[in-house]
């Protein structure tokens, strides 16, 4: 039961890392950072297994982590509460072609990363965006304007 504990201890403290690094950090994965996920991952394995290598304990640490994550998926389906806690809310970050700074300063999110983002959906400034919602999987959805409302 050693492993369960250690495994459970693990799945939080892997999950409030992920929550704190942030939905930008997380949409696009370096290859730097893809090399450091697999680094991590053999450190949790040592922590959560330490001198266990049986099938047994593997199979343990594995169903712990499965467990959590399908607890978690549930508690989130089950409650909108919980999903905004858990999973987070979008959040505007273009309103009626203006920034809102606060927002992108509030997840490291620069400007010229806004551009970029714009750039990949078509978009060429701001003016024709009504509204840049910034997911909660760190994606940027773009919103254009209505062209009638533009030839007004």
């Known amino acids: 039961m050693d492993i369960v504990a250690r495994a459970t201890i693990m799945f939080f403290l ?37 001198d266990d290598f049986s099938v047994t304990g593997a199979a343990l640490a594995i169903a712990t982590i499965a467990f959590w994550a399908l607890a978690l998926s549930w508690i989130t389906f089950l409650s909108p509460k919980a999903e905004e806690i858990l999973e987070g809310m979008p959040l505007v970050i273009i309103r009626d072609g203006e920034l809102i700074t606060e927002n992108l300063s509030a997840h490291r999110l620069s400007r010229l990363e806004l551009d970029s983002e714009m750039r ?33």
């Open 14 to 50: 892997l999950f409030a890392m992920l929550r704190f690094l942030g939905r930008r950090e997380l949409a696009e994965i370096t290859p730097f950072e893809m090399i450091l996920m697999i680094v991590l991952g053999d450190l949790i394995q040592q922590a959560v297994t330490q």
């Open 120 to 152: 990949l959906a078509g978009i060429a400034s701001l003016g024709q965006v009504a509204w840049g919602i910034l997911e909660p999987q760190g994606k940027i959805s773009f919103i254009r304007k209505n062209n009638a409302a533009e030839t007004r």
